[in-house]
């Protein structure tokens, strides 16, 4: 892209760096006659509509933004299928490169870096922006000690898939506060977060934070603590030293509520003078900074050997021989391409060959007369492969015949493996996911004999399947090994309502028939005994056997004498309690018999009644 001019007024110069989201050029403002930094994004990035559109409006706002403290944003743009971004060039380093070659720090520099950045955030929260991204790669120290944040705005539109190319995201997530690794909602207390961490690594030179991979990483920012910076640096005072745990705390609400809080506590450090809380940088600590920059900056240029002999001995006519035939061969190269460029000829419009194949695009550049070279190919999840998403120069732009047309090629949908999740929990499965640029999908729940509760068992895409950013992985999460045995409850005393919905609860059910039986204390329907005995341990599902009462029994002996009886006398006893009225004896009886004795039993209160050849001879209430 070199010598591009972008918006009729942007050239593209040298490429200074560049990631996932976007190559940075140092270019040249030709209206305004200034050098300016311009960030181009990746074209696999613009062709998600609803990305572009989300850049742009944070892009804006971050132009908004005027701060000695930030790094100035001048246009937002697009040129053809370019978007780019004009920023302030600033000749400098990193904080990130500083902390490696000179830290830790002074605790003076410390807090007077942490102090401007803080202002600038203060500055960007005011306005409505947070950063997202706050770390010492973002963080530029210019050749006069001044801090100056980048990025501001981008973070926010930058998808999950854009930070995990090229290592961003291993970057990142030293930095990121406990919500953002968790995928959850982040604002200026974010930021503040970040600064701490920021602050922590210029203490100590080192990040709270490490491990193998992002996951790991991210379960310390939401579960651990890091090492304190006393055992590591001594000196750093406690009044700091709080400064950095307030910040970096895991709950949002326990953190500084503003960056405003935080730049009044590090103005108040004890110690420290020249710190100016409404944004003037420490003169002093600048010049330490730029002292620092200069040693950087050092380059080691070896000297050249100077040749001894004398110009007497040495021969002159070979030389010029060949200086004579190396001028000779400059003329005529310079002359061929003299001829080749002005020798004159037809002008020709460029053909659109986008969304083309390339065999396509060729041939209709061979048919306006005009050759092609292929360029390096891209990803892009929207278009498929060997179909042209680019070409330089433009279509209808005017060119001589037999012009030179780069057309770039998609590759297809960037394809990347799938994560294993089997084997985490469930909040590492989560940051996994966030961090590989896929979502989660369907969870489903089932036991497993050996997964603990909360671990993933299954999922789908398997790990290492090929496949495309953002899709949903479904995964399978163990509940724990299924409960195959279970303690039966206490019933005794229960009503036979309340049997039913203890055993429910307990995966049991009640043994039928139920069985009964009198009871002198035990109210009727309420459970006498049951069997196994409460507290027994018996398979889920399996029977309970109960006996409920039937209530007190009432007795009585009915006795009727010999002289009552006549010859074959007819003796019917009749019994009405609660479970009715019923015969309970019928009988024929005669004086020869002698006196008759019959025991007869129902539930107390029972009443009683005695018929001799049909006539009530007696009746009466039992209890």
């Not at 070659?101 to 955030?121: H, K, N, S, W, Y």
């Not at 950095?244 to 004890?270: F, H, N, P, W």
């Amino acid at each position: 892209m070199a010598n591009r001019v972008l918006g009729g007024r942007y050239i593209l110069g040298e490429r200074l760096g560049g990631g996932g989201t976007a190559f940075v050029y140092k270019g040249r403002d030709s209206l305004l006659n200034r050098t300016v930094a311009i960030k181009v994004l990746n074209t696999q990035l613009t062709a998600d509509g609803d990305f572009v559109a989300k850049f742009r409006r944070e892009a804006q706002a971050a132009a908004s933004l005027s701060n000695p403290y930030i790094v100035g944003v001048y246009d937002v743009g697009q040129d053809d299928d370019v978007y780019y971004i004009v920023l302030e060039y600033v000749e400098g380093k990193t904080l990130k490169e500083f902390i490696a070659a000179e830290g830790p720090f002074t605790l003076e520099i410390v807090v007077d870096i942490a102090m401007q950045i803080a202002e600038a955030l203060r500055h960007a929260h005011q306005h409505g922006v947070v950063h997202r991204d706050i770390k010492p790669h973002n963080i530029l120290i210019t050749r006069d000690g001044q801090a100056k944040v980048t990025d501001f705005g981008i973070a926010r539109a930058t998808t999950t898939s854009t930070l995990t190319q090229s290592g961003s995201l291993m970057g990142s997530v030293h930095y990121m506060s406990p919500e953002q690794a968790r995928g959850g909602y982040t604002n200026e207390r974010s930021d503040i977060y970040s600064l701490g961490v920021v602050i922590y690594e210029m203490l100590t030179g080192v990040v709270p934070f490490t491990g193998d991979n992002v996951v790991s990483i991210g379960l310390k920012h939401l579960q651990e603590n890091p090492r304190p910076i006393k055992e590591q640096r001594p000196e750093v005072s406690p009044g700091l030293e709080k400064i950095v745990a307030k910040a970096m705390c895991k709950e949002q609400g326990k953190r500084y509520q503003s960056i405003t809080e935080m730049i009044r506590d590090l103005a108040d450090m004890s110690g420290i003078s020249g710190v100016n809380i409404e944004g003037g940088k420490n003169p002093r600590r600048g010049k330490e900074l730029a002292d620092k920059q200069s040693e950087l900056d050092d380059t080691y240029i070896p000297s050249l050997k100077v040749d001894s002999m004398s110009p007497k001995q040495r021969k002159k006519w070979p030389l010029l021989a060949v200086l004579t035939i190396l001028m000779v061969v400059t003329m005529l190269v310079v002359g061929g391409y003299l001829l080749y460029v002005f020798w004159p000829r037809p002008e020709v419009l460029v053909p659109n060959v986008v969304n083309k194949t390339l065999a396509e695009a060729e041939r209709e550049l061979r048919a306006a007369g005009l050759n092609s070279t292929i360029g390096v190919a891209e990803w892009n999840p929207l278009i498929p492969a060997n179909v042209v998403i680019r070409q330089q120069p433009p279509a209808g732009r005017p060119v001589r015949a037999g012009r030179m047309v780069e057309i770039i090629p998609s590759r297809g949908p960037e394809l990347v493996e799938v994560p294993k999740l089997v084997g985490l929990s469930l909040l590492e499965a989560q940051i996994a996911v966030s961090a590989h640029g896929f979502t989660l999908g369907q969870q489903d729940t089932e036991h497993h004999d050996t997964a603990p509760p909360e671990q993933v068992i299954m999922q789908n895409p398997r790990p290492g399947f090929l496949t495309q950013r953002g899709v949903p992985i479904d995964i399978v999460v163990s509940l724990g090994k299924a409960i195959t045995d279970v303690q039966t409850p206490l019933l005794i005393g229960l009503s036979e309502a309340e049997v039913a919905t203890a055993l429910r609860e307990a995966g049991l059910t009640v043994r039928t028939p139920i069985l009964q039986d009198f009871h002198d204390t035990v109210p009727p329907g309420h459970v006498i005994s049951q069997s196994p005995a409460p507290g027994t341990l018996i398979a889920l599902g399996g029977e309970i056997g109960i006996v409920v009462s039937r209530g007190r029994q009432a007795r009585i002996t009915v006795v009727i004498p010999a002289r009552e009886l006549n010859d074959n006398t007819r003796v019917e006893i009749t019994v009405e309690d609660r479970e009715g009225r019923r015969v309970a004896y019928e009988g024929v009886h005669s004086s020869a018999d002698g006196e008759v004795r019959i025991p007869v039993t129902g539930l107390a209160p029972m009443r009683l009644i005695v018929r001799l050849n049909g006539r009530i001879d007696r009746e009466e209430i039992v209890n």
